[in-house]
């Protein structure tokens, strides 16, 4: 049974920086596309990063481009998402997500597979 577990969030200043976690178990994800996504109260699912498991190669949503870097740890089955300079309008809670996708559809959360629970990321003025 897969399972993603996102831990990392919390309260933070703008400007300041976050790393959110996401432990993978259940599989192997040497073939899939792993992603983070975000929802703020009121709004719909948003598209934040992907990284394909295998190659390592990453995508970003221009919002956090410059900003926001995805990795994984292959050898912990972790992905991560290391937040730098954080603004209000990042506040939202953050969702890892799992799936056998076409880079082409990485900004799709409905082709996404596996979802974690969400983690709540909190950035006060």
């Known amino acids: 049974q897969v399972q993603l577990v996102e831990s990392g969030g919390g309260l933070v200043q703008a400007g300041g920086s976050l790393r959110l976690s996401c432990a993978a178990s259940?599989?192997?994800?040497?073939?899939?596309?792993m992603g983070w996504f975000r929802q703020a109260p009121g709004k719909e699912r948003e598209y934040v990063a992907a990284?394909?498991?295998?190659?390592?190669?990453?995508y970003y949503a221009d919002s956090v481009k410059g900003r926001f870097t995805i990795s994984r740890d292959n050898a912990k089955n972790t992905l991560y998402l290391q937040m730098n300079t954080l603004k209000p309008e990042d506040t939202a809670v953050y969702y890892c997500?799992?799936?056998?996708?076409?880079?082409?559809?990485?900004?799709?959360?409905?082709?996404?597979?596996?979802w974690g629970q969400g983690t709540q990321v909190t950035v006060s003025t």
């Open positions: 997500g799992a799936g056998v996708i076409s880079t082409q559809y990485v900004a799709y959360g409905r082709k996404y597979n596996y």
């Open positions: 990284i394909t498991w295998r190659g390592g190669s990453e």
């Open positions: 259940g599989r192997t994800f040497s073939g899939y596309v």
